[in-house]
T-cell receptor
Framework: GQNIDQPTEMTATEGAIVQINCTYQ??????LFWYQQHAGEAPTFLSY??LDGLEEKGRFSSFLSRSKGYSYLLLKELQMKDSASYLC??????????WGAGTKLIIKP | GAVVSQHPSRVICKSGTSVKIECRSL??????MFWYRQFPKQSLMLMAT?????????EQGVEKDKFLINHASLTLSTLTVTSAHPEDSSFYIC???????????????FGPGTRLTVT
């Protein structure tokens, strides 16, 4: 079956660094996406990894290991506006998106 | 580029009535659009894939006679929730693929979502 696991909730302090992990087992792999979703809004694209390694984009970085079925999203210099849900999802062999349940990130001052 | 709009953003309807949600690609032609549903504190669940000019493909467990999808043009797909019930209250999100995009293959661009409340 298809399965994506990520922690349900995490808490971090403003200005700090947080790493959100995602493990997956899917039928085929055509890339891994991270999205940010604020309550009541649609997801917004953060990153895309299709090859192993680290992709850095400003304060956000995403890492992928295909052999381990593992990814993480690293957020640096946390700001209050980063409080949101972070969704890990996989594009499977049919180019459909399989979504994780999301990690709710709470930022405290 | 690659902007997707949805209308309405919020709708309240009475049980038993029908409601239509529109999804438009504003600056590109979308041959494929997707409809998702999201309940509170849950992930996005794909309801159906809509291809322009053909019947939608529904995911297992989604009632095609209840959730009518029409993709009549390359820039518009509509989802009609027929005979709505309170359990249909949810956040409905559409997305679209831009086949002319040179970016991420098969990337989906998301609309802002529609909050449906059935009373």
């Amino acid at each position: 079956g298809q399965n994506i696991d990520q922690p349900t909730e995490m808490t971090a302090t403003e200005g700090a660094i947080v790493q959100i992990n995602c493990t997956y087992q899917t039928s085929g792999f055509n890339g891994l996406f991270w999205y940010q979703q604020h309550a009541g809004e649609a997801p917004t694209f953060l990153s895309y990894n299709v090859l192993d390694g680290l992709e850095e984009k400003g304060r956000f970085s995403s890492f992928l290991s295909r052999s381990k079925g593992y990814s993480y999203l690293l957020l640096k210099e946390l700001q209050m506006k980063d409080s949101a849900s972070y969704l890990c999802d996989i594009m499977d062999s049919n180019y459909q998106l399989i979504w994780g349940a999301g990690t709710k990130l709470i930022i405290k001052p | 580029g690659a902007v997707v709009s949805q209308h309405p953003s919020r709708v309240i309807c009475k049980s038993g009535t029908s409601v239509k949600i529109e999804c438009r690609s504003l600056d590109f032609q979308a041959t494929t659009m997707f409809w998702y549903r999201q309940f509170p504190k849950q992930s996005l669940m794909l309801m159906a894939t809509s291809n322009e000019g053909s019947k939608a493909t529904y995911e297992q467990g989604v009632e095609k006679d209840k959730f009518l999808i029409n993709h009549a043009s390359l820039t518009l797909s509509t989802l009609t929730v027929t005979s709505a019930h309170p359990e249909d209250s949810s956040f409905y999100i559409c997305s679209a693929r831009d086949p002319s995009s040179g970016g991420i293959p098969y990337e989906q661009y998301f609309g802002p979502g529609t909050r449906l409340t059935v009373t």
